[in-house]
């Protein structure tokens, strides 16, 4: 792994992806053994979260299912403030044990706006699962029952996450340098 150039920028090496299957691996236990006897709907957010969400959901051994929606609120490098949802929820989650699945939580806007219309509908218990947390850009607190790794407030692109639409198909997590 060496320094990339997407579009304008430079990225550095940061996650392997030995480091994040390893990783995905371990969060794939916990759930498997927190969710034991259950079938949980994991609700992964598009677009982002896709490459986690796939490898996360093949090394679960418990019953379960998966829908995507697509929610956004990045343009480019920050966040643009709105939170828009394109694709949304047509599952019925009443009662149901919900996993939401995301690639990222930065300031954490984006959930903040999203959980309520969930928990309006009434699922039996809800859990997020994300891969990257960035502590330090908290803005809206959310409780994240499983965290993959908790990096820095700096830009990472790769393992499903882009600048401006690039970078995606990378299998490790790049940082901007
Ligand atoms: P919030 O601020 O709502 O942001 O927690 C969550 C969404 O913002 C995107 N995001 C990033 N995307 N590299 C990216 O490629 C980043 O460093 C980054 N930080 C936030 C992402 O879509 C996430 O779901
Ligand atoms: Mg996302």
Same mark, same amino acid.
């Given at each position: 792994?060496?320094?990339?150039? =997407?579009?304008?920028?430079?990225?550095?090496?940061?996650?392997?992806?030995?480091? &994040?299957?390893?990783?995905?691996?371990?969060l $794939?236990d916990?759930i498997?053994?927190?969710?034991?006897?259950?079938?949980?709907?994991?609700?992964? =957010?598009?677009?982002?979260?896709?490459?986690?969400?796939?490898?996360?959901f093949?090394?679960?051994?418990?019953?379960s299912? /998966?829908?995507? *929606?697509?929610? $956004?609120?990045?343009?480019?490098?920050?966040?643009?403030?709105?939170?828009?949802?394109?694709?949304? /929820?047509?599952?019925?989650?009443?009662?149901?044990? *919900?996993? &939401?699945v995301?690639? =990222?939580?930065d300031?954490?806007?984006?959930?903040?706006?999203f959980?309520?219309?969930?928990?309006?509908?009434?699922?039996?218990?809800?859990? *997020?699962?994300?891969l990257?947390?960035?502590?330090? $850009?908290?803005?809206?607190?959310?409780?994240?029952?499983?965290?993959?790794?908790s990096?820095?407030?700096?830009?990472?692109?790769?393992?499903?996450?882009?600048?401006?639409g690039?970078?995606?198909?990378?299998?490790?997590?790049?940082?901007l340098?």
């Open positions: 792994m060496s320094i990339i150039k =997407i579009h304008d920028k430079e990225f550095v090496p940061y996650l392997s992806a030995e480091s &994040i299957r390893n990783r995905v691996n371990e $794939a916990a498997n053994n927190d969710f034991s006897g259950k079938r949980p709907l994991f609700i992964a =957010i598009l677009n982002g979260s896709f490459m986690f969400a796939a490898d996360l093949r090394c679960l051994t418990i019953e299912e /998966l829908c995507f *929606i697509k929610l $956004a609120s990045y343009r480019g490098m920050k966040s643009s403030g709105k939170v828009v949802t394109s694709i949304g /929820l047509e599952e019925d989650i009443f009662g149901k044990d *919900i996993v &939401i995301e690639d =990222i939580v300031t954490g806007k984006t959930l903040h706006h959980l309520p219309k969930l928990l309006h509908q009434q699922p039996r218990s809800l859990k *997020i699962a994300t990257l947390h960035k502590p330090e $850009a908290t803005q809206f607190p959310l409780t994240l029952d499983y965290i993959g790794f990096i820095p407030n700096k830009f990472v692109v790769g393992y499903g996450l882009d600048y401006d690039l970078g995606r198909n990378l299998k490790e997590i790049y940082q340098k």
